[in-house]
């Protein structure tokens, strides 16, 4: 069974709670003020509960500024809240109202009220306070608290400072931020009586990449007090009014130190949520992360120095995965960027490497202030999203657990009735599934050789995991489920390693000797994978150093044995060339990485495909995928998905005998009728269709 079965309550009409379902799943709802109603004397409370049809497990609400914690003045009298904490950015009204002047003392009786209906509430707010003001004016206004304290500011290595607090830095005074932020987060948690802190953008990781910020005196001080570093003699140690000298500093740090910069921002986000855990846990309270700007492990690491494991282990509830697809994949922001089997694979990653937190995942519906709606404009790619991402399964104690354990709706005002009603249908959808087996390999996770790819990225841009499960994925590989290395030998099923030359010895071993169904192995042919390999008669007349793929069917005999090496000189002897590489970039820019060819990709997912025994897509393949699950004995429920912006049909051969099909999903509104092992049906553009196919 996957996840964990909650009780779900409705909001009935005479303002009782009831238990309406089961589910194996929990709903949250990330929200601002401008949701609810001041006017009102429950505040609109049940007005809403009414809209959305269930009661939510979590209620996160969004109060934008730093400023919602270091500008409160108490609860001792009532006083007006600024503006920019009543409604995303200060947007002057919603679908529903006009922006309200909210008092603490109304803020406080609405989260009260939420609480009466057994709904969690949490206080959420980003590093940026810049906003437009009401005076007409382009130049934008500043929350009073930030305004006064540009010390705080993201330092880009350029001497520019970025309008947002950086939580690691230190005051005018010299004292840690932080020390000043707990204890009055704490005052305001416990003020208001939120259940807990939802850590957002800014105090989760930084803006801006580590190749780009924080290089300030402040920080790079901090930097070389913990790594006992120094800095060459033309470098100054002070010189955050020199734009020249900066950009050298920050030039040295990241071109000479870059693995103890990452190491050393590791270090310090985790310093900070252990102060903040420490006061959650005495006030008997909880907290949730956002995980960093959409990216997997490493790339959290590489891109923005944050370690989810060490954020795990200080204490957090859980994170609140930034898997917002459907509004990149509708051109929010104007970016071109479809992101479907990336963030599948990230999710992935994620619930592999941290397998014990509890992982919700952000849904993208609309954003008002950000103008985008992707439940009005994109409701296919909405669709597809609920579904690939309940798709993704980690194995433990050889049995499936979905990674995801639920959905935050992102964001959750303005939403009608019907809308609401449309997405709880697919949630409700996609989490219903019990697999009892995940038709695919499972990508074998490895906590050291997420740090191994980090020294070798940094030396040769090659690919760590998650980008060859994003690529093998969008080439309809079945690589929809992971397991950690220590699970290995108990598994049964077949296995993928990817960079099987970063394994430490014993790791490696154990992928070797693995018994337990068919192994699919990538990586580089170094001299010790060579004499690993040596058993299986692969190791004579090929060239080290080549990319190769090993496809061992069950058992050892290696007679059966597919072995690939990479025929590529692009991608052998690639350099980054003349100009250097860039990796101070945008979220939504992916990082630079040598070429693998696509012949070897290509024919490293059908292998996979062919071991695996998958259902095979005969038709559209570069835009129909296909995920498979078995829910009962001859019986698999397959995820269709269409990345085409048309209808594509999906055709897909089962490889065995079909007896029955039923449509789960709305669309196709017609009986799918098999032909012997196969069958056909058409997909929407951007969408998905789920089916059950009894063999």
Sequence with gaps: MSGVSVVSKTHASNGETGVADTVSYERWVWIELIGFDNGQPD????????????????????????????????????????????????????????RQTWTNYELRNLVQELQKHGVEVYCAFFDIFQFDGEDGSEELAKSVWCADHPELYEMRKTGEPFPGINPLRRMKDGSYYEDRFVPELMEVLEDYRFDGYHGADGYTSPRLTLAETDYSDDMVEQFLQWSGAALPGDLPAVCDRDPGD???????IWNNQRLQWIEFHGSRWAQLWRK???GIRQAGKKAFVNTAWTREPFEALYRYGVDYKMLAE??????????????????????????GTEFMSMLLMIKAYVPHTKLICLNALADTHEQW??????????ERDIHTLTSMYVIESGEPTRCAAGFMACLGDGISREGWKWITARWNLGFAARPQRIVGAALVWSDAMLQASLQEYAELRTWPAHKYANELLSR????????????VPAFDGPILVTNLHLLPEGELQTVLAYQGGAAILIGRLTERVAAALRPFD?????????????????????????????HHPEAQDWTPGPAPVVDAIAWTKSLDFRPVAESFLTRAALEIIEVVQAPKVCKNEAFIGVAAIEVAANRLRLLLTNTHINYKSAHVDMGKPIQRIEVLTEFPGVPVKPRGSAFSLYVPGRGAVIVDVSL
């Excluded at 200080?314 to 992101?339: H, K, M, N, Q």
């Excluded at 709606?373 to 909405?382: Q, R, Y």
């Design 314 to 339: 200080t204490g957090i509830d859980g994170f609140i995965v930034e898997t917002v697809g459907a509004s990149l994949s509708a051109g929010a922001g104007e970016t071109e960027y479809e992101p």
């Design 373 to 382: 709606d992707a439940i009005s404009h994109a409701p296919t790619v909405l």
């Design 43 to 98: 505040y609109a409370v049940q007005a809403y509960l009414d809209k959305t049809g269930f009661i939510p497990d979590s209620v996160s609400l969004l109060f934008y500024t730093p400023d919602f914690v270091h500008a409160h003045k108490g609860m001792e009298t009532e006083w007006r809240l600024p503006m920019e904490i009543c409604s995303y950015g200060a947007r002057p009204y919603g679908r529903d109202r006009a």
């Design 476 to 487: 309809g590989a079945p690589v929809h489920s992971a397991i950690r290395i220590h699970n």
């Design 538 to 566: 692969i190791h004579e007349g090929h060239d080290a150093g080549k990319q190769i793929c090993v496809v061992r069917p069950v058992g050892m005999d290696t007679g059966s044995i597919y072995f690939m090496e990479e």
């Design 276 to 278: 903040i855990m420490a």
């Design 246 to 252: 900066m950009e050298r500093r920050a030039d040295w």
